[in-house]
């Protein structure tokens, strides 16, 4: 069996892989430390499951799920995140992913979770299902940010965190004319003029960005 994990963090992939050989003592586990890295040896390689952290530089897993279904590789996908299920776990799943776990979870639930993929189901947590029930809804009954496509989301992620416009053209590998665009996009559906007023709206919406 060949897994293939990817995460930015070196601690958290040596981390899986503990436990995914542990679990399964004569799998294949590889890794990938970013999201470029990821797409890379997802499209060369057969993997059994590909295990990913949501948000990586440059491409985020959600990034790399959409390539790599685009493409028609439907290799069963889990995804990993720090991020409450509130965050990402219904743009996972509606990219494709075959379940979403949080890393404070994965000591205790990431083989339970890669046998039940391999299994041919989904795994859905409980509260990852009632956020899925949740999103349910008519846009207009959706809060602002939900709105938000997947890369607008992550670069108003961004804009938060500090990060200028430059900053995040690179980390994302786009122009800064792209960039400004998305800003602009992201303030126009979320109904605010400026970077002070998101983080504003982070702080009072209590998003775990």
């Known amino acids: 069996m060949k897994i293939l994990i990817a995460d930015d963090h070196t601690m958290v992939r040596e981390g899986l892989k503990k436990i995914l050989l542990e679990a399964f003592p004569f799998a294949e586990v590889h890794d990938a430390s970013d999201g470029a890295d990821l797409l890379k040896k997802a499209i060369k390689g057969e993997w059994e499951i590909i295990i990913s952290d949501v948000t990586m530089p440059g491409m985020t897993g959600i990034d790399v799920l959409k390539q790599l279904r685009s493409q028609g590789i439907e290799t069963p996908m889990l995804m990993l995140s720090m991020h409450a299920p509130e965050q990402y776990a219904v743009r996972s799943i509606k990219a494709g992913a075959s379940g979403y776990l949080t890393k404070d979870n994965a000591p205790y639930e990431l083989v339970t979770a890669v046998q039940q993929v391999l299994n041919g189901r989904r795994y859905i947590t409980p509260q990852v299902a009632d956020v899925l029930a949740d999103s349910i809804e008519t846009d207009k009954d959706k809060m602002p940010h939900e709105l938000l496509s997947d890369r607008e989301f992550e670069v108003m992620k961004l804009i938060?965190?500090?990060?200028?416009?430059?900053?995040?053209?690179?980390?994302?590998?786009?122009?800064?004319?792209?960039?400004?665009?998305?800003r602009s996009r992201i303030l126009e559906k979320m109904h605010l003029h400026?970077?002070?007023d998101l983080v504003k709206y982070a702080i009072e919406h209590k998003l775990e960005l």
């Open 160 to 182: 938060v965190e500090g990060k200028t416009v430059s900053e995040i053209a690179e980390s994302l590998s786009l122009s800064v004319n792209t960039i400004s665009t998305y």
């Open 194 to 196: 400026s970077n002070s």
